[in-house]
Every structure is written in C-alpha cells, then in structure tokens.
C-alpha cells in the first residue's frame, strides 16, 4: 500500500538544462520505510495552484548507499515537472510515499554474471541503480549499457555513468548512442535492431547475458524486445519499464456496459460496499467514494493501483505491469479495470 509521509529537500542537483535530482532527508525512525530494492520508484505528491498532483519517479541512487534521490526531466506542459525544475529548492518539502515497483534486481554477492541495460533519455533512471548495485555488490559481475539520448548535453547522469566506467573499467561497457550529434566513440542514431544485434550478435557474441533490462520510450522498448526474442534470448530474462502509457494500438478494446456492479473494496483493513457503473473503472469508483486506494499515473504504466480479485470478474484495458501467471491469480490494475458481473470483491492489501 502507499503510504505517504513528509520529507524535507536535502539537495537539489541541476543534471542537465532539462533536469535535475531531489534528494530527500529520510528520519532516522523511517529509514526502514524508505529502504529499496534496485529499479524502484518513489510516488511524490504535491498541490500545484490548489490541486493535487501525484508522479512517480524512479529512485537512481543504490540501496546501499542509503540515500534516496530520483531524478526529473521537465517535459512540456509538464505539470510537476516543470515545477520542480523551476521551483523547488532545498527546505522545501514533498509528500512522498515508500518505494515500490517490479523492475527490480536484487544482488547476491556470490554471482558471477552479465547484466545488460538498453535506456534511452530519462529512461537511465531506474538503470542508474541497477548498475550501481550489480558493481557494488556482485564483485565478480559486469555491465552493459547501451545508452541512447540525442546530444552529450541532454545525457542525464554522463558524469557518473564516466565515473563508474573509471572505477569499473574491466566490469562496466557503456556504448552511448546521440541521434542528434556525431560524437567520438558513441554510435549516431537511435537505438534500434541493428544497435541490439551490435551487442548480441557482435561486441558479445561470446559472452552470456544472463538478464536484460529496458528502460525508456515504448517504441523503442518493444523493438529491443523483440530482437533479443529473434536471438533466441529468454523472455522470462527480458525486464522492461514503461516511462509513458501505451500507445492506443497495443490497449484492449473494453466493451462498456450500461450495467451495475456491487462492489466491495479493502483499503488498509477497511471494507467499503457500493454500487458502481461497468463503464468507471475499479479505481475511479474507489476514489469517488473517498476511499484511500493507491494510485499515481492512471494510465497503466506505473504499480501502484494493484489490486487482487478475490471474487467476481473485471478486465483491463491495458496492462503492461501484470504476467499472465499474475492476472491468472486475480491481480489487476484498478485504474485499467472494468467489472464484468454482477457483484465483485477487491482487496488492495492482499497484493
């Protein structure tokens, strides 16, 4: 469940013209709270011109390092975005909710692997982490990152992501790709098929890559995806993250019905029966009731809203979190499901 509490802005780093990274003051009595797995985000909320504005974020620091920064890129008519570009400053503080999300890698210390990223402009975020932890703590481990943005200064994190390959030089491979700029050791263009064939097929066609994670664009998402699949690669090894909804071709067509669903929601241990339209969604119900259900972005992209079917049926719309094995035990997502009979049974906390 999300559970938000105050933090204070530690510091406030400018990264590139277009971003920067808010670090927060975890108390001492909540550090448990705020500890992370690797790949992790955080939902920050906030009033912006008296409405509530909720976003998440992925967490681009290591576990280890027990210090929680995300990163955020202003986006045009960016709502939060361009705020916390333009407004914050350290000492303010932010409602911020403990961590969470399924594109995670969890170190064990024993390991010896290949790890390899592909990530594109703000989609390096979540990879950041991820790299750190795999050199941080998987000593005999090493890392590919395959790294698209369209010039050296829109590359979000370029100096860390140097000063790992200096600190890591026989562990760490980074090929960086500008599609806007010719560049001395990087590709020109975007990260495309012949970009992942390069890596598996080329610079590591002797080498097994044991897990793949995508961050980024859709687009380029589903093209990685499906090259690596042509390569013969795994799909259980295949992890990916979306930084915006899907586009309308790849949702489900929800026939909307002018039926009623007797619903019962659980929220925090607390049981709420009501009546709702088969055409609101499990969460737009829940929230016009006043209830307390987890959300964020409302599009399908991030985990917070999930949910467990205990009873009745309800389909999604889209669903780029959930498997197939997870949706079969009745796992949804609230503001992608509709109820498809009469009566239904939700439990946010049984997740």
Same mark, same amino acid.
């Given at each position: 469940m999300s559970q938000f509490n105050t933090l204070t802005i530690s510091d406030i780093t400018r990264q590139t013209d277009q971003c920067v990274t808010l670090t927060f003051a975890v108390p001492e009595n909540l550090k448990q709270d705020y500890a992370f797995k690797a790949g992790q985000y955080i939902t920050l909320k906030t009033k912006i011109n008296d409405a509530e504005v909720r976003r998440d974020y992925s967490l681009c620091s290591s576990p280890s390092s027990g210090i929680l920064t995300v990163a955020v890129k202003a986006v045009p008519n960016g709502t939060f975005s361009t705020y916390a570009n333009s407004s914050l400053k350290a000492g303010d503080t932010l409602e911020v909710a403990k961590p969470q999300g399924r594109f995670v890698f969890e170190p064990k210390a024993s390991e010896e692997r290949t790890i390899a990223a592909f990530a594109a402009g703000s989609g390096i975020t979540p990879i950041l982490s991820i790299a750190k932890t795999v050199l941080e703590q998987e000593p005999k481990s090493h890392f590919v990152l395959v790294y698209g943005n369209k010039t050296v200064n829109d590359t979000i994190f370029l100096a860390d992501i140097l000063a790992l390959h200096h600190q890591y030089p026989e562990r760490f491979y980074v090929q960086f790709l500008y599609s806007q700029s010719q560049e001395?050791?990087?590709?020109?263009?975007?990260?495309?098929?012949?970009?992942?064939?390069?890596?598996?097929?080329?610079?590591?066609?002797?080498?097994?890559?044991?897990?793949?994670?995508?961050?980024?664009?859709?687009?380029?998402?589903?093209?990685?995806?499906?090259?690596?699949?042509?390569?013969?690669? +795994? $799909?259980?090894?295949?992890?990916?993250? &979306?930084?915006?909804? !899907?586009?309308?071709? @790849?949702? /489900?067509? %929800?026939?909307?019905?002018?039926?009623?669903?007797?619903?019962?929601?659980?929220?925090?241990?607390?049981?709420?029966?009501?009546?709702?339209?088969?055409?609101?969604?499990?969460?737009?119900?829940?929230?016009?009731?006043?209830?307390?259900?987890?959300?964020?972005?409302?599009?399908?992209?991030?985990?917070?809203?999930?949910?467990?079917?205990?009873?009745?049926?309800?389909?999604?719309?889209?669903?780029?979190?959930?498997?197939? +094995? $997870?949706?079969?035990?009745?796992?949804? &997502?609230?503001?992608? !499901?509709?109820?498809? @009979?009469? /009566?239904? %049974?939700?439990d946010y906390d049984d997740v």
């Open positions: 001395e050791n990087a590709l020109f263009g975007r990260i495309e098929k012949s970009t992942v064939n390069l890596i598996v097929k080329n610079k590591y066609k002797h080498v097994t890559i044991d897990a793949f994670y995508l961050c980024g664009p859709e687009a380029m998402i589903n093209t990685v995806k499906e090259v690596l699949v042509e390569n013969n690669i +795994a $799909e259980n090894t295949i992890h990916f993250e &979306l930084f915006t909804a !899907a586009t309308q071709n @790849t949702t /489900t067509t %929800v026939e909307a019905t002018d039926g009623n669903t007797q619903i019962t929601v659980t929220v925090d241990d607390e049981s709420e029966t009501f009546t709702m339209s088969q055409k609101q969604t499990v969460l737009e119900a829940a929230l016009k009731q006043d209830l307390d259900a987890p959300y964020s972005c409302q599009g399908g992209v991030c985990s917070s809203c999930i949910a467990r079917v205990t009873d009745g049926q309800a389909i999604m719309r889209q669903n780029n979190i959930l498997t197939d +094995a $997870e949706v079969a035990e009745g796992l949804i &997502l609230t503001c992608q !499901a509709h109820p498809t @009979t009469p /009566t239904l %049974v939700v």
